[in-house]
């Protein structure tokens, strides 16, 4: 079991570059569960039946219908274990360990099939320019557990701070949660109105899985561990106002990337500020206002104060 002791900050140092390897083998893991949640789980708009949630272990993806039960699977970063639970109270647990990716995938199809879920899922990798199958993928294989709880330490914090300001909006908004094709958490407020249709373009990925998931005006933001040496808080616009590029954002160190299109602060920059959460949610609320003030949402109707129940 991690020792917590030793992890002495809030806001843990990472860089990505000391756990590529971990982080890689780790996303494919991720894809072969969030692909299992796909399959079994009714359609959601944008997508959202497939996503994880941050937990006070490590990743879960909740509740997911089979038959007349329900399952789970949980990533635990403490106990670096992955959990696959039934309702039916059984369960098979499986070590979070060095081991190649198809050795991974075939313990979790059988760790099913011993519960009685009979799923079939689309086998290979999205979102990823080497889609390696996963059946035959030898390539990832590591596995640094303090790597891992560092990452999903990050999590922790990213979360907070996103529902913090998920708070602020009584529009259309979506849960906070982890995308398994990008490998990020995310948050995403919309304006009401429909979006021009999505060109897609992510690697080995449908263009129309991008058209569900852009169908409507969108401000979105969140946390992945790129675009900085320790991850990055970023935030976007889907369809992209005019002047979006060149709006003023806070804290020091933001800056809009033309390569990514998009916003980004890196991580450092919040965990080294005198206050991260401030630092943060100075970023979130800024690109935001630089897609609804830009995009002529209609903000009075859609944001609101979080405070508003609390007594004075």
């Not at 083998?25 to 949630?53: C, D, E």
Request: net charge negative.
């Amino acid at each position: 079991m991690t020792d917590h002791t030793s992890l002495d900050t809030a806001w843990p140092s990472l860089r990505v570059d000391d756990w590529t390897p971990t982080r890689d083998t780790l996303h494919m893991w991720t894809q072969i569960v969030g692909k299992v949640r796909l399959a079994l789980s009714p359609m959601v708009n944008h997508w959202w039946q497939v996503t994880f949630y941050v937990s006070a272990r490590g990743l879960t993806t909740g509740a997911i219908p089979y038959g007349t039960a329900i399952l789970d699977f949980e990533f635990d970063f403490c106990d670096h274990t992955l959990r696959i639970r039934s309702s039916d109270g059984s369960g098979s647990p499986i070590a979070l360990e060095p081991k190649p990716v198809a050795e991974f995938y075939a313990q979790v199809m059988r760790a099913l099939r011993d519960l009685g879920v009979d799923v079939r899922i689309t086998a290979t990798p999205n979102e990823v320019v080497e889609a390696i199958p996963f059946a035959e993928d030898t390539t990832h294989r590591s596995y640094d557990p303090h790597a891992a709880t560092l990452f999903w330490r990050q999590l922790v914090q990213a979360d907070r701070i996103l529902r913090e300001f998920r708070s602020h909006y009584t529009g259309k908004v979506s849960p906070v949660h982890f995308f398994w094709g990008a490998m990020d958490l995310a948050c995403t407020r919309f304006s009401g109105r429909a979006a021009p249709p999505h060109p897609g373009g992510a690697p080995n990925c449908g263009d129309w899985v991008m058209v569900e998931g852009y169908s409507h005006e969108l401000s979105s933001c969140g946390f992945w561990p790129g675009g900085g040496e320790e991850g990055a808080f970023y935030a976007y616009a889907y369809p992209v106002p005019e002047g979006f590029a060149g709006y003023p954002v806070g804290p020091d160190g933001a800056y809009y990337s033309e390569q990514l299109g998009e916003f980004v602060l890196p991580y450092e920059r919040v965990r080294t500020a005198a206050d991260p959460d401030a630092a943060a949610l100075e970023f979130l609320h800024d690109t935001y206002r630089a897609a609804a003030e830009l995009g002529h949402w209609d903000r009075a109707a859609l944001e609101c104060n979080p405070e508003r129940w609390n007594p004075r």
